[in-house]
């Protein structure tokens, strides 16, 4: 009987990291042969680091010397057993630990994936946020059979001798998939006449994105309201409540999990991804947007990074920063003008998607990864 291949999958957690869960996660359950999802961050700490920002500083202190020793502490169990069971491929998304990696996780690291195929994923600029510390990095490159990452921007950043392993996979999300298109866009078409739902998916580290545009979001919903006697309605899905006040929007705080922010997106006429320009943001694979167009969602952005491969003319409208705040009023005044207009950008969204950004086309490149 032939073996079946053996495949260890470390992510920071499965469930609630974007990146673990879409870049990697969601394609593990069509992989063939014996599956180890290697869970660096347990649930329940997770979720308190995340929210670490909402408490006093000597608990995020605590908190956070709590949140490291623990994943180092499984991340080191997870490497002795794969050292003894030499698994056939290796995935590791962004870091096998955070920031610091003393020396010997550094040993642990480099023997193991010396003795398996080593894939080595990441979509954001880890290099400037501090998320993997140089020794790290130096071996996952060295060790790596291919680098896969979102943009050309995040391949720029890997050494020139490591150029040739760069694979570049979008980050994309197949549980959006599965809804009867004519029974979404009939829920749509319900609201369009009386309210213009944005809606904006992100976690708390990217308030400040959305905070940028509030004040013109709110003199836009006024102009909504005067022009096309509509309201403006932001829904937030978050980790974190937007705190803020204003006059013409309104904004829904809701908490993030996975099945609502799939049903907000559902609800809503327009997706937006501001960002503020700045180099961390260059790296950013412009997922979100990728979430929007995936179910038809017409999107607003900014003209920044990889934002700028996912909207394209037809399916939305990139905002640059020069006169950002006009541009962003214009663009939401632009979509919502009627339901003709809404309907153009919606389709070309979801051609967008299709052609580009489909997830079986990544699921294809992970299991001919697999099979090397």
């Known amino acids: 009987m032939e073996n079946r291949k ?10 609630i990291t974007p990146s673990s869960y879409y870049r990697i996660i969601q394609y593990a359950k069509n992989f063939e042969g014996d599956i180890k999802i290697r869970n660096i961050a347990p649930t329940k700490l997770y979720k308190k680091h995340l929210n670490s920002a909402m408490t006093t500083k000597i608990n995020r202190v605590i908190l956070a010397l709590l949140y490291y020793i623990c994943m180092l502490t499984r991340v080191t169990y997870y490497l002795l057993i794969d050292m003894k069971e030499k698994p056939n491929y290796i995935i590791v998304s962004k870091t096998f630990c955070p920031r610091y990696t003393p020396f010997f996780l550094s040993a642990l690291i480099r023997k193991v994936t010396a003795n398996s195929i080593l894939y080595w994923d990441f979509d954001d600029y880890i290099f400037e946020s501090g998320e993997i510390s140089s020794k790290q990095a130096s071996i996952l490159k060295e060790n790596s059979k291919a680098i896969v990452v979102t943009s050309d921007f995040l391949k720029s950043k890997i050494n020139d001798e490591y150029h040739d392993k760069v694979i570049l996979l979008p980050t994309t999300d197949g549980d959006m998939q599965g809804f009867d298109k004519k029974a979404l866009r009939d829920l749509r078409h319900s609201t369009f006449k009386d309210e213009i739902r944005l809606v904006w998916v992100a976690t708390a580290g990217n308030i400040p994105h959305l905070m940028k545009i509030i004040k013109v979001l709110d003199e836009a ?4 309201k005067s022009k096309y006697h509509k309201k403006l309605i932001l829904t937030v899905v978050c980790n974190q409540p ?3 006040q204003v006059k013409y929007l309104i904004i829904n705080n809701i908490v993030w999990t996975r099945d609502r922010a799939k049903k907000e997106i559902y609800n809503s006429h327009i997706g937006i991804m501001p960002l503020i320009f700045k180099e961390y943001a260059l790296g950013k694979g412009g997922f979100k947007l990728v979430q929007y167009i995936s179910t038809g969602l017409p999107v607003i952005a900014s003209k920044v990074g990889f934002n700028q491969e996912v909207v394209n003319q037809d399916c939305g409208v990139l905002v640059e920063d020069k006169n950002a705040n006009d541009n962003w009023i214009d663009a939401i005044m632009q979509i919502a003008a009627n339901l003709d207009t809404w309907e153009n950008y919606s389709d070309n969204a979801s051609k967008q998607w299709n052609e580009k950004f489909s997830y079986n086309n990544n699921l294809m490149v992970w299991n001919n990864l697999l099979n090397m």
């Open 6 to 15: 053996r495949v260890s999958i470390y992510v920071r957690n499965k469930d």
């Open 221 to 224: 919903a006024f102009k909504v």
């Open 242 to 244: 937007l705190d803020t």
